[in-house]
């Protein structure tokens, strides 16, 4: 009888192996799931990313960033200097009646230095400007659309008028690169 005894613990240590491997197959699997899941989710945030415009951009450094920025026109380390007009009032074309325009116009330059040198060539600023204020319809410039774009084309005129002429971009528009950066009005009253 003392052999009987011996089978049940030959019995427990292959049962053992057999809870180990067991075990093992489904820690495994487990840790294959948790791993697929956080993949999954690493991917999803990725293409979520991507749709709202792009990992990459996201990603770089600062300075890589600023490589890729548009140039602007303003030195922002220099502050531009304006330049006020004295204030044109002008008839304009009938459309229903008759109207007049009063227009208070400050002129943004690159520097200090072109605003001294506007002042000799003002009579001729002013008189492109009066011809361009007169031949416009109370309608065109009536609306923000209407009076941006009379604020180019004066941009256009002045540049013109101090030897800078317009050129046409590869979109067709008009553009000049003279030392006048933009028009601004403080004040615009049709009547």
Same mark, same amino acid.
């Given at each position: 009888?003392?052999?009987?005894?011996?089978?049940?613990?030959?019995?427990?240590?292959?049962?053992?192996?057999?809870?180990?491997?067991?075990?093992?197959?489904?820690?495994?699997? @487990?840790?294959? *799931? $948790?791993?697929?899941? =956080? %993949?999954?989710?690493?991917? &999803?945030?990725? #293409?979520?990313?991507?749709?709202?415009?792009?990992?990459?951009?996201?990603?770089?450094?600062?300075?890589?960033?600023?490589?890729?920025?548009?140039?602007?026109?303003?030195?922002?380390?220099?502050?531009?200097?304006?330049?006020?007009?004295?204030?044109?009032?002008?008839?304009?074309?009938?459309?229903?009646?008759?109207?007049? @325009?009063?227009? *208070? $116009?400050?002129?943004? =330059? %690159?520097?200090?230095?072109? &605003?001294?040198? #506007?002042?000799?060539?003002?009579?001729?600023?002013?008189?492109?400007?009066?011809?361009?204020?007169?031949?416009?319809?109370?309608?065109?410039?009536?609306?923000?659309?209407?009076?941006?774009?009379?604020?180019?084309?004066?941009?256009?005129?002045?540049?013109?008028?101090?030897?800078?002429?317009?050129?046409?971009?590869?979109?067709?528009?008009?553009?000049?690169?003279?030392? =006048?950066?933009?028009?601004?009005?403080?004040?615009?009253?049709?009547?």
């Amino acid at each position: 009888m003392a052999k009987a005894p011996a089978k049940p613990e030959a019995a427990d240590d292959a049962a053992a192996p057999k809870k180990k491997g067991k075990l093992l197959i489904i820690v495994v699997i @487990l840790l294959l *799931v $948790v791993l697929i899941v =956080v %993949a999954g989710g690493v991917g &999803a945030l990725l #293409l979520l990313k991507k749709d709202k415009g792009g990992t990459d951009e996201h990603a770089k450094p600062a300075e890589a960033q600023v490589e890729h920025a548009p140039a602007s026109t303003i030195d922002l380390t220099k502050p531009p200097t304006f330049v006020p007009l004295d204030p044109f009032t002008v008839n304009l074309l009938r459309d229903e009646g008759d109207h007049y @325009l009063q227009a *208070v $116009v400050v002129l943004r =330059v %690159a520097d200090p230095k072109m &605003a001294d040198s #506007l002042k000799a060539f003002m009579p001729e600023i002013r008189h492109r400007i009066n011809l361009l204020l007169s031949s416009k319809l109370p309608s065109e410039i009536a609306t923000t659309v209407g009076r941006e774009d009379l604020a180019e084309s004066i941009v256009l005129q002045v540049n013109e008028s101090l030897g800078f002429p317009s050129m046409t971009d590869s979109r067709g528009r008009t553009k000049s690169n003279g030392p =006048v950066q933009a028009v601004l009005f403080n004040s615009f009253i049709i009547q």
